[in-house]
């Protein structure tokens, strides 16, 4: 088995598995729903900040990064397009193909 195999394998079997590491969510991706194993990571929030256009108080920004398998979406997704998670909208502010998933950028507003 060479290295790719093997990582696509450790991301199926462990990376992006529910009982493991990863958590089932449904989402939508510009109107698409999709459902099946993904890890999202916040940052913590010392990554979130208030856009310093927004003059809006209560609001701040909130970057997440999402791990997908490219198996579940069978496409990548653009920058710019829409996602949603639960109540939650972001947009795509960057994506990354690699070894066997996409790992999206997001970027949203929420209330403080």
């Known amino acids: 088995m060479n290295f790719k195999a093997q990582v696509e394998r450790d991301l199926t079997a462990v990376f992006h598995n529910s009982t493991e590491h990863a ?5 939508w991706i510009s ?3 999709y459902k099946g194993p993904v890890i999202l990571d916040d940052g913590g929030a010392q990554d979130r900040k208030k856009p310093s256009t ?8 909130v ?7 490219l198996s579940l979406l069978k496409r990548t997704p653009k920058k710019g397009e829409p996602v949603e998670i639960g109540d939650d909208l972001y947009t795509i502010t960057k994506v990354h193909p690699e070894a066997g998933e996409i790992v999206l950028y997001l970027e949203g507003l929420t209330e403080e």
Not at 23 to 27: G, N, Q
Not at 54 to 61: I, K, S
């Open 63 to 69: 970057d997440l990064v999402m791990y997908v398998p």
């Open 31 to 33: 109107g698409t729903r």
């Open 54 to 61: 927004d003059h809006v108080d209560g609001l701040v920004l």
């Open 23 to 27: 958590d089932v969510l449904e989402f």
